[in-house]
């Protein structure tokens, strides 16, 4: 009998769940899939997938509740909050004068990979920069000036590629006039000497 309540105790209630999965997923840069999630929380896929599902319910309003302004959505393989589509425009333009116009250097040399290798990865950009490009991402998606081009496959990852806002923002009608990169970067010769 103490043995039963013990066990009862400690087993997590339904909610907990929920909000442990909602957690992860509010910081989550990538859709998260179903057994990642369940890893994390340490719970079974099928009681993950139910929490998703009862999450998505919630979210919808579906049980007579409040309809939010986000949503979750599967796509790539896993699942990720977004801003419901009627609210793309407001969000848009609170984060576009909320923020200033001004980019830092990591943002600025972000956006040049990405502008120049588009459509790329998250990944792919970090590889490139050889530094963690998480945020960076984020603030030049909240600004509008890079998108999600597509999600791979095979992979999950998503491959992101510049917006109109930013050929406006340069002043150029197509990516193509942006300056060839080549004649700017080092021949490679730096740093050997010319003797054998």
């Given at each position: 009998?103490?043995?039963?309540?013990?066990?009862?105790?400690?087993?997590?209630?339904?909610?907990?769940?929920?909000?442990?999965?909602?957690?992860?997923?509010?910081?989550?840069d990538?859709?998260?899939?179903?057994?990642?999630?369940?890893?994390?929380?340490?719970?079974?896929?099928?009681?993950?997938?139910?929490?998703?599902?009862?999450?998505?319910?919630?979210?919808?309003?579906?049980?007579?509740?409040?309809?939010?302004?986000?949503?979750?959505?599967?796509?790539?393989?896993?699942?990720?909050?977004?801003?419901?589509?009627?609210?793309?425009?407001?969000?848009?333009?609170?984060?576009?004068?909320?923020?200033?116009?001004k980019?830092?250097?990591?943002?600025?040399?972000?956006?040049?990979?990405?502008?120049?290798?588009?459509?790329?990865?998250?990944?792919?950009?970090?590889?490139?920069?050889?530094?963690?490009?998480?945020?960076v991402?984020?603030?030049?998606?909240?600004?509008?000036?890079?998108?999600?081009?597509?999600?791979?496959?095979?992979?999950?990852?998503?491959?992101?590629?510049?917006?109109?806002?930013?050929?406006?923002?340069?002043?150029?009608?197509?990516?193509?006039?942006?300056?060839?990169?080549?004649?700017?970067?080092?021949?490679?010769?730096a740093?050997?000497?010319?003797?054998?």
């Amino acid at each position: 009998m103490e043995t039963e309540e013990l066990v009862e105790a400690s087993a997590p209630r339904v909610g907990d769940v929920e909000r442990a999965i909602e957690a992860i997923l509010m910081v989550a840069d990538e859709p998260q899939s179903l057994v990642h999630l369940a890893t994390a929380v340490g719970h079974p896929v099928p009681a993950v997938r139910q929490s998703i599902e009862r999450l998505v319910a919630d979210y919808d309003g579906e049980s007579g509740g409040v309809r939010r302004g986000f949503e979750l959505r599967e796509v790539g393989g896993g699942w990720r909050i977004y801003v419901r589509p009627e609210h793309d425009a407001v969000v848009r333009d609170f984060v576009l004068t909320q923020n200033p116009t001004k980019l830092s250097q990591a943002a600025l040399e972000t956006l040049s990979v990405i502008a120049y290798k588009q459509p790329i990865s998250r990944g792919a950009i970090a590889s490139i920069r050889a530094v963690n490009v998480d945020s960076v991402v984020r603030t030049l998606l909240g600004r509008g000036l890079i998108t999600e081009a597509f999600t791979d496959n095979e992979t999950g990852a998503i491959h992101y590629e510049t917006t109109p806002l930013l050929l406006s923002q340069l002043g150029i009608n197509s990516i193509e006039e942006l300056p060839p990169i080549s004649p700017l970067l080092d021949d490679g010769s730096a740093g050997f000497d010319e003797q054998r």
